[in-house]
């Protein structure tokens, strides 16, 4: 067991530029479930939108990359529009199962055959992070993270990921402080009194959706970045649900909720992982690895990190729903 | 293998009887290479048995493809994999045709499937040196029937889907009915009882399916009763929020897939019987007896649990706590019971659904998580939370699944969109759902 790679390599996941992606996906589901008290179980689908509507213009169609950063936020201001004008009308449990179903409408779609030509279906598509690689001002070799390397990409998207998410986090911030912000929350308490002030509840409530949606479709395209690859396996209905165990673990309502949140679900996660690697891992040298093979071998340990990732989400609802750092005041379970 | 991308792509495309082609190309390697090397055409050829919703794959050996372009030109004999890797320069356009004379016997090519494909080194994603394609045969006799002459089997297949839906979400409709909680662990409640069949029936004692089956079912049921006991009633005494209790049915749902991921692997298995029996026919339709067994099996429970809700002092009490619990407490209903009462039935309706959509599709460790958006649609559909609304609601979701695969046939890998899309449609137009109460919202 090498204890230094694996811990460097779990400090590593947790502040990588896959780990700012989940930050922004929890930052715009925070958004949505913390602030506005929508139950959006669709927030994969915005991160599906986003990451697609990056990678689809560039690789497929030669785009010049502002232009397809741009269709990111249009089209996932897009989405916020077409789910709101249609769901936000209906009671919350009606909300969770149709955005469920339009996250997943969106992914079979991104998955099909048919529509191999446009997506690359199950493969997904590649090569359009050349831009990104362009304007890297780090050397390619990158650098060492104790005993974990950071090539020169990765080390150029984690540091802008990490500007970026500040900007992000300062902007929700700013929002959420701002009498807009109140109204939000407001909504959240008791929409019945927010309309009754004369607020117009659905037009608040379509905003929040439109910048937790913007939020998370940046998230996406910060996730296939640093895959290289965008793939519709990558947006199942799994990464809404941890983007919830995110942002419960953070303390929901709260700013740095999803960082802190991401940071300990990763690191945990990746520890657990990279143990049980290293635990059932055989060598020529060493043919008998740490655990028995008859309790895990290197075929099944990879589920061990979704059973804790499950069962963690439960159990923190259920003994610490404010997380880590929350405010009980401010939990958003109780929306109806 | 490359095979796997055209497999999980067909996994949703069930229920089309017949063969049909799919070509998928694939990167082989990220790294861009000049055009002249080598490259690689990996052809699979599978088998997709008739009557078994196209599930089985077994590839086929020893059949003679041959691929034909400007550049060059290349034989091969597929190997026990069914894999044949062919190699030829890397330029340009080529034919790929397999030999059908030399599949092995009982193995046929009809009318529509398709026995060449093109590959383009040139076009679409250039970068990669390989690529690979499937051929899919199979030994459906009954693709040679016109569009409408397929309507008849699209609508048996309709029904079997929705009863099975229907068995399953009955349980679901009436947890939420009794308690609030859209439980999203019921998909595992369904798989649970799949799995101890199959241990009973191919593992441990090697019973047969039918007495496999009751433990099955039992451990099903055991497992709601348990979830209510040791979690949703505890859970509800602090009077924790419904969505509160919805995430942690979210976390236990994740946890509990994994749990069997790790036990079972992540290969689809059949039971022991009824296996590849061959069909009967009734007129324009063929039904193997293993879905006519569970069409009128699901068919009994269905009818036999309606007529208990409806007629007996349980079912009326069930009734009764679901329209309000508070109501149905001060008129001496002991709701505590009642709602274990409804976990354990309800456990028990998703296991038989689970056991008759492990017969039908085969076990697998997320054979719940697959249906799950289905029944959620089915119960939103039919009405939060009311019983027969689900009933309604999973033959709405389950002809619209398998009428999608008749419509578009072209892309039956989305059959679960055309479901997903009435959901919506219904919701947009009905937002209390088929069956539900009209409530002031918004």
């Known amino acids: 067991m090498n204890w230094g790679l694996i811990l460097s390599n779990s400090v590593y996941t947790a502040i990588s530029a896959n780990a700012i992606a989940y930050m922004l996906v929890a930052t715009g589901l925070n958004v949505h479930f913390g602030y506005t008290g929508l139950l959006n179980f669709g927030q994969a689908g915005f991160a599906a939108i986003g ?52 996250a997943e409408i969106i992914r079979l779609s991104l998955n099909s055959v048919r529509f191999t030509w446009l997506t690359g279906g199950n493969d997904g598509l590649q090569g359009f992070t050349s831009f990104m690689e362009k304007i890297n001002p780090f050397p390619q070799q990158g650098i060492w993270l104790w005993k974990q390397k950071i090539d020169g990409y990765r080390l150029w998207l984690l540091v802008s990921g990490w500007v970026l998410l500040m900007v992000v986090a300062t902007l929700v911030y700013l929002l959420m402080r701002s009498p807009w912000g109140r109204v939000l929350r407001s909504i959240r308490e008791d929409e019945d009194a927010a309309r009754s002030l004369g607020k117009n509840v659905f037009a608040y409530k379509l905003q929040s959706l439109m910048i937790g949606g913007a939020i998370g479709a940046i998230g996406g395209v910060w996730l296939v970045l640093d895959k290289q690859s965008s793939q519709p396996g990558d947006f199942a209905t799994t990464f809404t649900f941890f983007s919830y165990t995110i942002i419960i673990l953070g303390g929901v309502a709260r700013v740095k909720g999803p960082v802190i949140g991401t940071m300990i679900f990763l690191f945990v996660i990746q520890l657990v992982d990279i143990s049980l690697q290293q635990a059932t891992k055989t060598t020529p040298s060493d043919p008998s690895p740490v655990l028995p093979t008859w309790l895990i071998d290197q075929n099944n340990y990879a589920q061990l990190r979704f059973m804790v990732a499950g069962f963690a989400l439960a159990a923190l609802v259920v003994f610490r729903p404010q997380g880590i750092f929350g405010d009980k005041r401010e939990q958003a379970f109780d929306v109806h | 293998m490359r095979i796997d991308i055209a497999k999980s792509a067909l996994r949703r495309g069930t229920g089309v009887l017949g063969i049909f082609l799919a070509v998928s190309f694939a990167l082989w390697s990220p790294s861009a290479q000049a055009a002249q090397e080598d490259g690689t055409i990996t052809v699979s050829v599978v088998e997709r048995a008739s009557g078994d919703n196209g599930q089985a794959k077994n590839p086929v050996a020893g059949v003679k493809i041959h691929v034909q372009g400007a550049a060059g030109s290349a034989d091969g004999v597929t190997d026990a994999k069914g894999l044949a890797v062919l190699n030829v320069p890397q330029t340009g356009k080529y034919d790929v045709s397999f030999d059908a004379t030399s599949l092995p016997k009982g193995v046929a090519v009809n009318s529509n499937t398709k026995t060449t494909a093109s590959i383009d080194f040139s076009a679409g994603v250039s970068v990669g040196t390989g690529k690979s394609l499937s051929f899919f045969v199979g030994t459906d006799t009954r693709t040679t029937k016109g569009r409408w002459g397929l309507l008849p089997q699209t609508l048996v297949n309709g029904i079997k889907l929705s009863l099975i839906l229907a068995i399953c979400s009955i349980g679901l409709a009436l947890i939420y009915g009794t308690t609030g909680l859209t439980n999203f662990a019921h998909s595992e409640i369904i798989t649970m009882a799949a799995m101890v069949t199959f241990w009973f029936n191919q593992n441990g004692p090697r019973w047969p399916l039918l007495l496999a089956a009751p433990f099955g079912i039992a451990a099903s049921a055991l497992m709601g009763s348990a979830f209510e006991l040791r979690v949703w009633r505890p859970l509800r005494r602090r009077s924790t929020s419904l969505t509160s209790m919805m995430i942690v049915s979210i976390g236990m749902a994740i946890g509990t897939r994994y749990v069997y991921l790790f036990f079972f692997g992540g290969r689809n298995r059949r039971f022991a019987q009824y296996v590849g029996d061959p069909e009967i026919d009734f007129g324009p339709v063929g039904i193997t007896p293993r879905d006519l067994g569970v069409m009128i099996i699901s068919a009994i429970v269905v009818i036999g649990f309606s007529i208990f809700l409806l007629r007996t002092r349980f079912g009326k009490a069930i009734r009764a706590v679901s329209d ?3 109501l149905a407490s001060a008129t001496g209903i002991n709701t505590d019971r009642i709602i274990l009462l409804v976990w354990a039935l309800g456990g028990g309706l998703a296991g038989i659904g689970g056991v008759m959509l492990g017969a039908a599709t085969g076990v697998q460790w997320d054979m719940g998580n697959v249906i799950l958006l289905l029944l959620f649609a089915a119960f939103t559909v039919g009405g939060l939370g009311n019983p027969f609304g689900a009933l309604a609601g999973s033959f709405v979701i389950g002809m619209f699944t398998e009428l999608w695969t008749w419509v578009f046939p072209n892309v039956v890998e989305l059959k679960t969109l055309g479901a997903l899309i009435a959901l919506v449609v219904i919701l947009l137009v009905r937002p209390q759902g088929l069956l539900g109460q009209k409530e002031r919202v918004g």
């Open chain 1, 51 to 102: 990451a697609y509507s990056l990678s689809i213009p560039i690789s497929r169609f030669n785009w010049p990359w502002p232009c397809a950063v741009l269709l990111v936020i249009v089209s996932a201001i897009g989405l916020a529009l077409l789910l709101g004008f249609t769901t936000l009308r209906l009671r919350a449990d009606y909300l969770a199962i149709v955005t469920i179903a339009v």
């Open chain 2, 324 to 326: 309000n619990s508070d």
